[in-house]
């Protein structure tokens, strides 16, 4: 049973109630006051709020994995640059959605439910019975439509934009080289039989030099999969060979044979049969690869001009600076622009 205060039952009931009422008004006070101590406010974006405890909800999983990853003054490091460019990104994702709101773009129920269904058949874990996932779904569909409608909608690209960009990076659409090859391939039959292996290549390597066919050889002596047709493996492009079997046939010309050369697979005596080297594809060949290069960059740069834009207008308060550690001694890296709806 609760004891009351004798001065309260010698008062009016109307003068009680006041009391009482105020009494619950402090006790209220009280603990919002502790919450606010237990959680607090991180960011004031324009008339919204970041507390502490969205921010860690965010940055959960990648405090974990920078705990599991670094120890001492790196963790504190890392923990303090996580901390900074999580909370930018709220702060950056706050002003998205506001500006969302103040153009009247929506999201319906329905466009959020099909979107988890897509995502989920894309092997991705959506729960669409958790209110978390399916507000994540609609905040990322919502980025994307704002993006598009403030940012995409004004990007052109000129034909002139093109061909420069053609220009300058040629080499990014050019035929590798390609080569046509053979090969004596010789597998050590255990990790003990090295040294017979060795002397199996030294024995080839003479025989080539003393004029023997290297179809012959590589018929008799050779373990790959293409020796029953001499050695002979066909057209292969630069890149697909190991990086070992690269180097020693950049010199060779056609006709020549490699000194041995050792890897993983054992040890290969390689022919160089035809060499083509690389081409360059025409301009017209790769006209809609470029303009989709050129509008992505565009589009980025773009985006980044547009996010500052907002930052300059907005009002932004960063609060709460112990549960930051401060700002880091480099700035966060630009958040990619969204390119595709979830």
Known sequence: MIA?????????????????????????????????????????????????????????????????????????????TAEYMGLTLMIERKLQLQAAKARGITVTDEEVQQAAKQMKQQGRAIDETNQADMKNIKEQLTLFRIADRDVRSGVMVADSDLKRYFQEHRDRFALSEEYTLSQILIRPRSPDDTA???????????????????EDLALRYSDGPNAAGGGRLGLVRQGELLPGIERAIATLVPGGISDTIETSDGFHIVRLEDKKPKQ???????????????????????????????????????????????????????????????
């Open 280 to 342: 360059f594809r025409p301009f017209e060949a790769v006209r809609a690869e470029i303009q989709g290069l050129v509008f992505q960059q565009k589009s980025e740069d773009a985006y980044q001009a547009w996010l500052t834009e907002l930052k300059n207008k907005a009002y932004i308060e960063i609060k709460f600076e112990s549960a930051l550690s401060g700002p880091p001694t480099t700035a966060p890296a630009p958040r990619p622009l969204p390119t595709s709806k979830q």
């Open 196 to 214: 017979d292996a060795k002397e199996k290549v030294r024995e080839v390597m003479n025989r080539l030099k003393q004029g023997e066919s290297f």
């Open 4 to 80: 009351i205060c004798p001065f309260i039952t010698m008062v009016p009931d109307w003068l009680r109630y006041i009391v009482f009422f105020a009494l619950g008004l402090i006790a209220q006070a009280s603990l919002l006051s502790a919450a606010q101590v237990e959680d607090g406010i991180v960011a004031i974006v324009n008339s919204d709020l970041i507390m502490l405890s969205e921010m860690k909800r965010e940055l959960a999983s990648e405090r974990e994995r920078i705990q599991k990853e670094y120890r001492g003054d790196g963790l504190a490091r890392r923990l303090k």
